[in-house]
T-cell receptor, first 114, second 115 residues
Framework: QQQVKQSPQSLIVQKGGISIINCAYENTAFDYFPWYQQFPGKGPALLIAIRPDVSEKKEGRFTISFNKSAKQFSLHIMDSQPGDSATYFC?????????????FGTGTQLKVEL | GAVVSQHPSWVICKSGTSVKIECRSLDFQATTMFWYRQFPKQSLMLMATSNEGSKATYEQGVEKDKFLINHASLTLSTLTVTSAHPEDSSFYICSGKGNIGYGYTFGSGTRLTVV
């Protein structure tokens, strides 16, 4: 019930292309869905997050699409750049009375090639 | 934005010694601090959750006597790895969450190597 499944495990995209990473969850009590970017040797940094009352959120080149009925959400990186090469984690938590623990996906290693 | 300062960024210690890792929330009050460990090319594994002034809650399989967590103030939490062994070598990351807003702010991580 607490699992968050993430795919693909790795992704290679050409510069300027669109990177798409998908996540699926099982626990319908989750009410906060963030995406994190992590560079080697660093802690994760919040990219963008969404609550289940909206289907899409966009911040710059990053967009979250959320499908509540399918229990899926995805990250789209538009105009991907070599500097976007990093590991991306989706996560989910129960913010309201749920202890606030983040459940992480398994991660996606993104490489953006020139 | 919210910042969590984590120190040290890396540490090498001898087997059998103890190591303390500090996390400070610089511009917010971290009512809850989460501690993770991460192995190479793997996801973050939650070790424990601590609320300020309370005993930490450890995840299943995490030895509470080995990984001592203190969260005595709203701006400081520490993780002490006691009697460290080579298998404790890992990347340890803290994450603070305050009552205001939804965000979880992560520290920059500590690379622990036990030799």
């Amino acid at each position: 019930q607490q699992q968050v499944k993430q795919s693909p495990q790795s992704l290679i995209v050409q510069k300027g292309g669109i990177s798409i990473i998908n996540c699926a969850y099982e626990n319908t009590a989750f009410d906060y869905f963030p995406w994190y970017q992590q560079f080697p040797g660093k802690g994760p940094a919040l990219l963008i997050a969404i609550r289940p009352d909206v289907s899409e959120k966009k911040e710059g080149r990053f967009t979250i699409s959320f499908n509540k009925s399918a229990k899926q959400f995805s990250l789209h990186i538009m105009d991907s750049q070599p500097g976007d090469s990093a590991t991306y984690f989706c996560a989910a938590s129960i913010l309201t009375g749920g202890g606030n623990k983040l459940t992480f996906g398994t991660g996606t290693q993104l490489k953006v090639e020139l | 934005g919210a910042v969590v300062s984590q120190h040290p960024s890396w540490v090498i210690c001898k087997s059998g010694t103890s190591v303390k890792i500090e996390c400070r929330s610089l511009d917010f009050q971290a009512t809850t601090m989460f501690w993770y460990r991460q192995f190479p090319k793997q996801s973050l594994m939650l070790m424990a959750t601590s609320n300020e002034g309370s005993k930490a809650t450890y995840e299943q399989g995490v030895e509470k006597d080995k990984f001592l967590i203190n969260h005595a103030s709203l701006t400081l939490s520490t993780l002490t790895v006691t009697s460290a062994h080579p298998e404790d070598s890992s990347f340890y990351i803290c994450s603070g969450k305050g009552n205001i807003g939804y965000g979880y702010t992560f520290g920059s991580g500590t690379r622990l190597t036990v030799v």
